[in-house]
């Protein structure tokens, strides 16, 4: 009986001593996400401290970092010409993440106050867009993506934004803004 609660407490004690992952990514780095095409492309987020970070795209390019003493880590990965999908793999050995249906193309930021955020359905019912629901019900284009930052007013330095990637099609584009959809849709 004292080997079997000597045993028992070894047991719960290496439970207790295994290491879990704190691997984190903003979230820029999701699903449907757009890279910049032939370029070094930082990928960065947090995870435990001094741990080591691999990066592997499904186009072949690999990259490895190491994080902070804060679980910071910023890391580079060559990305080909536009093409895709594709596919990230992001691990610090103990936790996965991985990234689906990412674009290589142009990325382009769109900053500006009410002009750059009016949406392609406009500001309804004072200020309309021309043309505006036939341009929404012909937006499907999978190769459009647009990830609009989540206002946050602060006077703190941030680390991170929220938002989320949308793809082109009548549900999503109606929000877009609409300088940026022109934009994307001209190129």
Known sequence: MKYLKLLFIIILTSCATEKS??????????????????YKTKIWGISNPNTEINIEGSWGN?????????????????????????????????????????????????SGQSNMEMPLEGYL??????????????????KIRMFT??????????DTVDGIWLESNPKNSRYFSATGYFFAKKL
């Open 21 to 38: 992952s704190n691997l984190k990514l903003m979230d820029l780095f999701s699903d449907g996400m757009v890279l910049q095409q032939k």
């Open 62 to 110: 690999k990259s490895t970092t190491k994080s902070d003493s804060n679980g910071n880590w910023i890391a580079e990965i060559d990305t080909p010409i536009a093409s895709g999908p594709y596919s990230l793999k992001i691990t610090d050995g103990l936790k996965t993440k991985e990234i689906s249906d990412i674009l290589i193309g142009e990325v382009w930021f769109a």
């Open 125 to 142: 019912p004072r200020e309309p867009i021309d043309n505006a629901e036939k341009e929404i019900s012909n937006s499907f284009n999978n």
């Open 149 to 158: 930052v989540t206002n946050n007013v602060t006077l703190s330095k941030i």
